[in-house]
């Protein structure tokens, strides 16, 4: 009798220490940089070119090589895994507004990779810390 008491003991101590919580790391934390990689897009006059972005503190901006050279830059807001850029800049309305890196973006990273996809489209920054 004495042995089921004492595997119900062991059970629930070992339950409650593979509970304890690893200290993460907010995905703001890990952002500060600068970083260089491509812009990816696959629809309707898809693109793929070179982009860079730097970020520091809560603030951002990034730059596409296109024709127009696409800069947006202002402040940036974590939620969990998404970020939400807000550009400040003003821009002339000769080129794809949808270029700019602004809205919400699913962000994941892997070492010094960052990959940014924005909510609702298929543009992808697929980047590497510099």
Do not use: E
Not at 25 to 42: E, H, I, V
Not at 73 to 92: E, L
Not at 100 to 121: E, M, P
Request: net charge positive; with cysteine.
């Amino acid at each position: 009798m004495k042995t089921p008491v004492f595997l119900i003991l062991l059970s629930a101590t070992l339950s409650f220490t593979a509970c304890t919580k690893n200290k993460v790391t907010p995905l703001s934390k890990k952002l500060d940089g600068s970083y260089t990689g491509a812009f990816t897009s696959s629809g309707p006059g898809s693109i793929n070119t070179t982009a860079n972005v730097i970020i520091s503190g809560k603030a951002y901006q990034g730059s596409l090589n296109t024709t127009f050279g696409v800069l947006s830059r202002g402040s940036y807001v974590v939620n969990n895994n998404q970020i939400t850029f807000t550009d400040s800049t003003v821009h002339t309305a000769n080129f794809n507004w949808g270029l700019l890196l602004n809205g919400i973006y699913t962000a994941t990273t892997k070492g010094d990779s960052l990959i940014l996809v924005k909510k609702g489209t298929d543009y992808t920054y697929r980047l590497k810390r510099q």
